[in-house]
């Protein structure tokens, strides 16, 4: 895990950073609040944890890498569960009151002190296998896409259909397990516009208008998500001069991409020329985020990120937990566009939406 010593502030959160911004979305609670009682939304947020359990205690009875991994899997399942309840009894026991990014980091506590360090490799390698061996046909069908602004929405629809790959969605995890999830039919399948949070229209006419000179993107899952959402999106950026900077986790959580996850990923889609697809790729960086969580704390960044975001005029949150459960209100000193899918009951009900709703949420700053 790493020091907080080593983790400093996103450069380009609006400051003063203490009065502007707070990492979490919904607040469970509010100072008026009871600080001995739990709340209704911690108690529904509580049991939201609780029900993914099953599905993470399978994943880790299967890790091979772990000895006794089913008994170990068991102990995760009743600890985590224990501490969930102490939370409904208690809202300040274990570091409470609880919100999302607390719930997130006990339950990978747990995992990671019973030798449990990433539950997730298996299907995680079997999604990238996958995505990577469709990666070709997804960009030559954007790029067959003559009208900018058609091509645009195109791969913003890829980004929103790469992100339903959620296995830290219990009912995602489920329907995935089945029978698994097809990207092109899933770039078809998205609920109509208007979205409920939709400035798709303002990001077009910024898009035809003029290219950004360094975007971050702060990226979410392996698979589709990576490879066949945002990969070919950064890949338009770069058409455009844009210098891309993808910052992904340092270490596992869900299935979300790691650091060394993405290099090895973007090796492998780059020709011997160093080039996506006939596009120079020179410009495309990876960075660690510093983060080990499904969701972000932006006071908490790799000091590597913070150096090369200095000079970037646009901010990319992708996913529901960094764009959407956090930091869909942060401020930023630049453009910025938080985008993903609404996954959880619980998130839809907050925004006013429905369940598997699109979030597309684009605030322009007129000077950078």
């Given at each position: 895990?790493?020091?907080?010593?080593?983790?400093?502030?996103?450069?380009?959160?609006?400051?003063?950073?203490?009065?502007?911004?707070r990492a979490c979305?919904?607040?469970?609670?509010?100072?008026?609040?009871?600080?001995?009682?739990?709340?209704?939304?911690?108690?529904a947020w509580i049991?939201?944890?609780?029900?993914?359990?099953?599905?993470?205690?399978?994943?880790?009875?299967?890790?091979?890498?772990?000895?006794?991994?089913?008994?170990?899997?068991?102990?995760?399942?009743?600890?985590?569960?224990?501490?969930?309840?102490?939370?409904?009894?208690?809202?300040?026991?274990?570091?409470?009151?609880?919100?999302?990014?607390?719930?997130?980091?006990?339950?990978?506590?747990?995992?990671?002190?019973?030798?449990?360090?990433?539950?997730?490799?298996?299907?995680?390698?079997?999604?990238?296998?996958?995505?990577?061996?469709?990666?070709?046909?997804?960009?030559?069908?954007?790029?067959?896409?003559?009208?900018?602004?058609?091509?645009?929405?195109?791969?913003?629809?890829?980004?929103?259909?790469?992100?339903?790959?959620?296995?830290?969605?219990?009912?995602?995890?489920?329907?995935?397990?089945?029978?698994?999830?097809?990207?092109?039919?899933?770039?078809?399948?998205?609920?109509?516009?208007?979205?409920?949070?939709?400035?798709?229209?303002?990001?077009?006419?910024?898009?035809?208008?003029?290219?950004?000179?360094?975007?971050?993107?702060?990226?979410?899952?392996?698979?589709?998500?990576?490879?066949?959402?945002?990969?070919?999106?950064?890949?338009?950026?770069?058409?455009?001069?844009?210098?891309?900077?993808?910052?992904?986790?340092?270490?596992?959580?869900?299935?979300?991409?790691?650091?060394?996850?993405?290099?090895?990923?973007?090796?492998?889609?780059?020709?011997?020329?160093?080039?996506?697809?006939?596009?120079?790729?020179?410009?495309?960086?990876?960075?660690?985020?510093?983060?080990?969580?499904?969701?972000?704390?932006?006071?908490?960044?790799?000091?590597?990120?913070?150096?090369?975001?200095?000079?970037?005029?646009?901010?990319?949150?992708?996913?529901?937990?960094?764009?959407?459960?956090?930091?869909?209100?942060?401020?930023?000193?630049?453009?910025?566009?938080?985008?993903?899918?609404?996954?959880?009951?619980?998130?839809?009900?907050?925004?006013?939406g429905r369940l598997?709703?699109?979030?597309?949420?684009?605030?322009?700053?007129?000077?950078?």
């Amino acid at each position: 895990m790493e020091s907080a010593s080593e983790l400093v502030a996103f450069p380009l959160l609006i400051t003063p950073i203490e009065s502007n911004y707070r990492a979490c979305t919904i607040p469970y609670r509010f100072p008026s609040d009871n600080p001995r009682k739990p709340t209704p939304s911690e108690l529904a947020w509580i049991d939201l944890f609780l029900s993914s359990i099953p599905s993470f205690k399978k994943r880790a009875e299967s890790d091979s890498t772990v000895p006794d991994a089913p008994i170990k899997a068991e102990k995760f399942a009743q600890r985590y569960a224990e501490i969930l309840e102490d939370l409904k009894k208690d809202p300040e026991s274990h570091g409470g009151p609880p919100d999302c990014i607390l719930l997130c980091r006990l339950r990978e506590l747990i995992l990671r002190e019973l030798g449990f360090r990433d539950i997730f490799k298996k299907v995680k390698e079997e999604e990238n296998a996958k995505a990577i061996s469709l990666f070709e046909n997804v960009v030559r069908i954007n790029d067959a896409i003559e009208d900018e602004g058609k091509r645009l929405e195109n791969l913003v629809r890829g980004i929103f259909a790469g992100n339903i790959f959620d296995l830290g969605s219990a009912q995602l995890a489920e329907v995935f397990s089945k029978d698994g999830m097809s990207f092109l039919a899933s770039c078809q399948n998205l609920v109509p516009r208007p979205w409920v949070i939709d400035d798709l229209d303002a990001f077009k006419t910024k898009w035809s208008k003029s290219s950004w000179k360094k975007a971050i993107i702060f990226v979410d899952n392996s698979g589709a998500d990576i490879i066949l959402g945002i990969l070919p999106f950064a890949r338009e950026l770069l058409k455009r001069g844009t210098q891309v900077v993808l910052a992904a986790n340092d270490l596992p959580s869900i299935n979300d991409v790691t650091y060394p996850e993405l290099i090895e990923i973007i090796a492998k889609l780059k020709d011997d020329r160093g080039q996506l697809m006939g596009v120079d790729a020179s410009n495309l960086l990876i960075a660690n985020s510093g983060s080990d969580l499904p969701v972000i704390d932006l006071t908490r960044v790799s000091q590597e990120l913070a150096f090369l975001a200095s000079d970037a005029d646009l901010v990319i949150l992708e996913g529901m937990g960094r764009g959407i459960e956090t930091n869909l209100y942060a401020q930023f000193k630049c453009d910025s566009l938080k985008i993903g899918m609404v996954k959880h009951p619980e998130v839809a009900q907050f925004l006013g939406g429905r369940l598997y709703d699109c979030v597309f949420h684009y605030n322009e700053v007129l000077s950078c």
